[in-house]
């Protein structure tokens, strides 16, 4: 495609119909969303509006027809009638202008309008919008999922509490407004290692009989301290030092002050496109289209069907020129003194280990004291019980409000050295955790160390006591994620694991066919 090319694009997932014409720089760009009479999202009623209004949208756009040298157009995930509609259309351009055609991941044009804008590099992104909520990282052509919600996506939950207290559609920015003149009331709190769940959050929020605007501040605490969290456990995880903010729930103020804070604590910078690039819009499927097709994507009319569940971790990115052999930052465990985690700084000693959780500016301090006080004595307690149970974890001798004192354990992190043999060691002793009754709740290789060929369970902060199959389908997910997203030979690492699992429990079979259930849910709700 020549240089001078412009790229139309067509945005229409769910609520809004978006076109622009992307050059060097962004051309021209216009919209015109579906608004439901009542209630949320319609999708039939949003591809008829996207039907009746897609000539005008596209006209008001396309200006110069003859300079357009491809049609780029959201093929998922989204709404499927809305989809639908906007691929049928982008599909006829395509053969009256006789160009090329491309299909765009809705996630992933987020995140590559979010680079342009921005100039950042290397992000961990956070992607809050109604639909999706998850936490990627770019490693070897790929947009590796961290962590994601394991329900709905906050904009959707926001947009849920809105509903049940009559406030206008979308939600967020009458609850933004109102929260502005509320104070803290505790609300429900769950992070499962990089994963989030909201739909507790929301019940709660919706039968709370405190002032609205209590229930609103609130409400955004609970909420975005979640969403940050999370992407802190990913920064903390990779090493890396940039974070993006993109999606339309990033356009609220107090989700971009709290992951400032956390950005500045941890010495990473926070990065924010401009409030036209972060809701839905056609300048990030015109761009992507455009970065694409310079890379040599082609697609034939048979390829362009549309993908409702399309994750980002399915695009093989081959616009970008990073080396493949790229890998996570390691430091050898033996030669730490000291160390910083997503929650807590570990000073460790030839004997022992002491971990202090310390406390975030970005959390309410009501908040933070419960959660740090909570995860301290749950995380003793499941610890000592877990190795009462055959579960090699670390000598505890010391427990305080915030801090525990524990044996130092000589080894490698699992993460650093990923085998067959490893993954499938790890396999039997969470397999022998499951069997006990006890859920990690924070799976992830930077939680386990090989010591002797041995794996040693660490860092039970998030850890629970439960049989619920949920549950632990949960915890195997956490971890398949984080393999997933670090390496690319995940698939027989997952297989290795699954053996040592299975050679110990007894309900393997069945936690392994949740945790596929968990991963194929749709999360455009």
């Given amino acids: ?33 579906y608004s439901p009479a009542h209630g949320g999202i319609h999708p039939r009623e949003a591809a008829q509006h996207h039907a009746a209004e897609m000539r005008s949208v596209v006209s008001r756009v396309l200006v110069s027809p003859q300079d357009i ?12 009638p809305c989809l639908r509609t906007v691929a049928t259309a982008a599909r006829s351009l395509s053969l009256a202008l006789g160009v090329p055609l491309v299909g765009v991941n809705h996630c992933v ?17 956070l992607y809050a919008s109604g639909a999706n909520t998850q936490v990627i990282g770019y490693l070897n052509q790929r947009y590796r999922i961290f962590g994601e919600t394991l329900d709905i996506g906050i904009g959707n939950a926001l947009d849920k509490f809105a509903r049940a207290k009559g406030l ?22 769950t992070v499962k290692g ?9 019940s709660a929020a919706k039968d709370c009989a405190a002032p609205i605007e209590d229930v609103c501040y609130s409400l955004q605490e609970t909420a975005f301290a979640m ?44 990065f924010v496109p401009d409030t036209r690039y972060l809701g839905d819009n056609g300048a990030m499927i015109a761009y992507t289209g455009k970065i694409m097709l310079e890379s040599g994507y082609a697609m034939k009319a048979e390829e362009s069907q549309v993908n409702p569940t399309y994750r980002s971790d399915q695009v093989r990115v081959t616009w970008r020129n990073d080396h493949p052999e790229k890998k996570l930052r390691t430091v050898s465990l033996n030669d730490m003194t000291s160390a910083r985690g997503a929650e807590a700084f570990v000073t460790l000693g030839p004997e022992v280990v002491e ?87 924070d799976l992830t290789t930077s939680n386990m160390v090989i010591r002797n060929g041995r794996c040693v369970l660490i860092d039970f902060g998030l850890a629970s006591v439960t049989s619920e199959m949920e549950a632990r389908g949960v915890d195997l997910h956490v ?47």
């Fill in 1 to 33: 495609m020549p240089g001078r090319g412009q790229i139309l694009g067509i945005e229409g997932t769910a609520w809004n119909l978006s076109a622009a014409v992307f050059g060097e720089d962004l051309v021209s760009l216009y919209g015109k969303p």
């Fill in 355 to 441: 971990k202090r959780r310390v406390s975030k500016r970005y959390r309410r301090p009501e908040l933070d004291v419960r959660l740090i006080a909570e995860r301290t004595r749950a995380e003793a307690r499941l610890i000592s019980v877990a190795r009462r149970q055959g579960v090699p974890t670390p000598l505890i001798s010391d427990v305080t409000s915030d801090t525990i004192t524990m044996e130092r354990i000589a080894g490698t992190l699992l993460k650093d050295d990923l085998t067959g043999d490893h993954l499938e060691e790890a396999g039997k002793v969470v397999g022998l955790l499951h069997e006990s009754g006890i859920i990690h709740g």
């Fill in 168 to 189: 206008p559609h979308p939600g967020g920015p009458a609850i933004e407004k109102l929260a502005w003149k509320g104070s803290y009331i505790d609300l429900p709190y």
């Fill in 479 to 525: 971890l398949f994620q984080t393999l997933e997203s670090t390496t690319d030979n995940f698939t027989d690492l997952i297989e290795a694991f699954s053996r040592g699992y299975q050679g110990v429990f007894s309900q393997a079979g069945e936690v392994l066919v949740r945790e596929k259930e968990i991963e194929g849910r749709g999360r455009y709700l």
């Fill in 69 to 80: 040298s491809g049609v780029a157009f959201s093929q998922g995930p989204g709404l499927g």
């Fill in 227 to 270: 969403c940050v969290e999370v992407t802190e456990r990913a920064l903390a995880h990779t090493g890396k030092d940039e974070v993006l903010l993109v999606g339309g729930v990033g356009a609220n103020r107090r989700l971009q002050t709290m992951l400032s804070q956390m950005s500045e604590d941890r010495g990473a910078r926070l």
């Fill in 109 to 125: 044009a987020h995140v590559e309008i979010g680079r342009f804008a921005t100039g950042c590099d290397d992000p961990i992104v």
């Fill in 194 to 202: 990089m994963d989030l769940a909201f739909s507790g959050l929301v």
